[in-house]
């Protein structure tokens, strides 16, 4: 088994690290829109909502760790904020999702917890 980069493949990875750099770039013209998400969450959370996030494979594991510390003492002692992430019931979301379709779970499956300062 011949495990030893070729040419061709450290070229695409070169490629995938120059994109990543370039979406870094591009990070600080969102500035506006990051700074007005965060209004309207904290807005919500500070009137009783909650956030709600989702992902799938990789950003799932990054909503999951979002919620974790938003719930947990992110950099400060403070009080818990309501956050969850939607796919961490693993039995509900294959159970539901398989028979009526991810979205349908999604819809349905958190419909009891909205409230009118909910944010998702």
């Not at 070169?14 to 500035?31: F, M, S, Y």
């Not at 904290?42 to 760790?65: E, F, I, M, Y």
Request: charged share 20%.
């Amino acid at each position: 088994m011949n495990l030893a980069t070729t040419k061709q493949e450290a070229e695409r990875l070169a490629a995938i690290w120059n994109e990543h750099l370039g979406v870094a770039r591009d990070l600080p013209k969102l500035t506006n829109e990051v700074a007005t998400a965060v209004d309207v969450i904290c807005a919500s959370l500070a009137s009783g909502g909650q956030l709600l996030v989702a992902g799938n494979g990789g950003s799932a594991a990054d909503a999951q760790h979002i919620a974790a510390e938003l719930t947990g003492r992110f950099q400060r002692e403070r009080q818990p904020l309501r956050a969850m992430a939607l796919h961490g019931n693993t039995s509900a979301l294959t159970a539901i999702g398989n028979v009526t379709g991810m979205n349908t779970y999604l819809r349905e499956n958190y419909r009891p917890m909205r409230g009118p300062a909910m944010f998702c």
